[in-house]
């Protein structure tokens, strides 16, 4: 029986990403709908769980992406709603990539540092990866300053992560932040030990100089692949590298993990009806590839 991704967005035209992903994921069928919202999506589920038996629902399986992640939330819940008994598909959401790409950005940096009790920051952090980035990292007990150049912005952004992580164990503190040129993002950083720079393609947040004057980070992670870089010094390439001490990590770097992290979860859609592969489930996958591989 053929496999069949179902292809949810909540943007007009489905992500090209997401279906090369897809194919290079080795799924038979991908049959992709754009605009999709929580009053439109009933059918679609329908035609997901209704064509084939529940021994065979786990030849078909629902991803769900888009630009805009809280209407891919608001999808999932819509989705998993519409199951019921053993008419159910695995779904996978990775809007605008943030769970994939947070995912392995923080798995990198859990490779080198214990995050309990750790202090991380995270310039750009009111974006889609900044603010997986601080969820993920408060949900490990990490004490996360998210920066923006507005703090009204970096507030509401705390405010949601706060909710999303309020049922975790021990969830670190969410301080808001506000800087506008390297030297204010330096002082924000002086005592971190984790530095996630996460601001939209092409925006630098540190000039050269100042990696060095960081003595106390640990790990430094630039997902900005557009020059000049998050991080002046971090190339592009860098994975597990040490510059000034520092063990950095540069958007390629953790590029090639997020790709892997990305097909693997499409593919263990496909091992099962009813696995749900969200913020959570894919940070654990990151944990789990970053852990057999290589540095
Ligand atoms: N390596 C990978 O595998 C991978 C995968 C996906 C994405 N990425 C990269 O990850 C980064 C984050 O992605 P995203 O989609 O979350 O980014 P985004 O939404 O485009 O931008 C993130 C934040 O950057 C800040 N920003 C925008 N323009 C700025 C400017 N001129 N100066 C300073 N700050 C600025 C904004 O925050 P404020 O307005 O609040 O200041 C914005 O919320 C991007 O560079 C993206 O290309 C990498």
């Known amino acids: 029986m053929q496999t069949v991704l179902i292809q949810l967005d909540t943007d007009p035209h489905p992500s090209s990403f997401d279906q090369v992903v897809a194919v290079d994921s080795g799924i038979d069928r991908i049959l992709s709908y754009g605009g999709v919202a929580e009053n439109t999506v009933e059918p679609l589920v329908h035609g997901a769980i209704f064509t084939r038996g529940p021994a ?16 891919g939330e608001r999808l999932l819940r819509r989705v998993q709603e519409t199951f019921f008994g053993p008419m159910r ?87 808001p932040a506000a800087a506008t040129t390297p030297d204010e993002t330096a002082a924000i950083a002086q005592n971190a030990d984790l530095l996630f720079a996460a601001g939209a393609a092409g925006v630098r947040f ?45 958007a390629l770097g953790v590029g090639h993990t997020k790709m892997k992290v990305h097909r693997q979860a499409l593919q263990r859609l496909f091992t099962a009806s009813d696995l749900i592969f969200d913020t959570a489930a894919i940070y654990r996958l990151a944990l789990e590839l970053e852990a057999d591989g290589p540095v």
């Open 206 to 250: 540190l000039d050269s100089r100042h990696l060095a004057e960081l003595t106390n980070l640990q790990v430094a992670v630039d997902l900005n692949a557009v020059p000049p870089a998050g991080l002046a010094g971090i190339e592009p390439a860098d994975r597990a590298v040490r510059r000034h001490g520092i063990v950095c990590y540069g």
């Open 89 to 175: 598909v695995s779904v996978m959401m990775d809007s605008s990539g943030c769970n994939t790409t947070a995912a392995a950005a923080v798995a990198a940096a859990a490779r080198h540092v214990s995050l309990p009790g750790t202090t991380a920051v995270v310039p750009g952090g009111t974006g889609p990866v900044g603010q997986r980035i601080a969820q993920l990292l408060a949900a490990e007990g990490a004490q996360v300053t998210l920066v923006s150049r507005s703090a009204a912005r970096a507030a509401d952004a705390c405010d949601r992560i706060r909710t999303a992580v309020a049922s975790c164990a021990s969830p670190g503190r969410l301080i």
């Open 56 to 71: 065979d629902l786990h030849h078909t399986a629902i991803f769900i992406g888009g630009s805009h992640v809280e209407s």
